[in-house]
């Protein structure tokens, strides 16, 4: 792979990183709640859901999906479930306001990694942009080009949704009112891209 195809993946995936979505939601959630330790969970989480992405890509089976709508509807209805799930109780409770335990510690990386796995960004950009900028021809084999474009998009979101992150914990931590309606506010962008996946996905078709 040359350096203006890598280079060109890096544009368009940056783009992709620093539109406010569902990881910036889920992020500066995670920066909003009591512990510093829950914004480093969240992003790792995160950036696994993402790998994860990549790998399944990698080894093929991203491409098989991508080439049966009914699976990847199904996929995506999953997804939005769960995302409506997680903003719903995100607007019960605010993550300003939940009580801190060994066990959220935990929640906060699995659910970062879910996240990504659902993020439709995430699939778009792996699913739909990615093969543009793969050559079936070059000398290193295509799974190995997937992951080496995957990992230079996995540093990006690491260094944007960690400064995300820690940005809101140090802005919003200390401030219990703005704390509570941020919080609010990103369970309200979950819920609403979660039902909008799901209009499109059962009467868009």
């Not at 939601?25 to 990549?54: D, P, T």
């Not at 070059?138 to 080496?148: C, F, K, N, R, T």
Request: proline fraction near 4%.
């Amino acid at each position: 792979m040359n350096s203006t195809i890598i280079t060109a993946f890096w544009f368009v995936s940056i783009l992709f990183v620093i539109t406010p979505g569902l990881d910036w939601a889920y992020a500066i959630s995670a920066g909003i709640s009591a512990r510093k330790r829950n914004v480093a969970l969240a992003v790792l989480g995160m950036l696994s859901g993402h790998f994860f992405v990549i790998t399944i890509v990698a080894i093929g089976v991203g491409k098989i999906v991508a080439s049966h709508p009914d699976a990847l509807m199904l996929l995506t209805l999953f997804g939005a479930l769960y995302l409506l799930w997680l903003g719903l109780n995100m607007l019960r409770q605010p993550p300003g306001m939940a009580k801190e335990d060994v066990v959220n510690k935990g929640r906060w990386f699995w659910k970062g990694v879910c996240m990504s796995g659902i993020n439709p960004k995430v699939l778009l950009l792996f699913l739909a942009l990615m093969p543009q900028f793969i050559n079936e021809h070059a000398s290193l084999p295509v799974g190995l080009q997937i992951l080496l474009l995957g990992m230079i998009h996995v540093v990006s979101c690491a260094v944007v949704y960690s400064f995300v992150g820690f940005s809101a914990h140090s802005v919003l931590a200390s401030r219990p009112t703005t704390t509570l309606w941020v919080g609010r506010a990103s369970g309200i962008m979950m819920s609403v891209i979660a039902l909008l996946l799901i209009g499109h996905q059962l009467w868009g078709q």
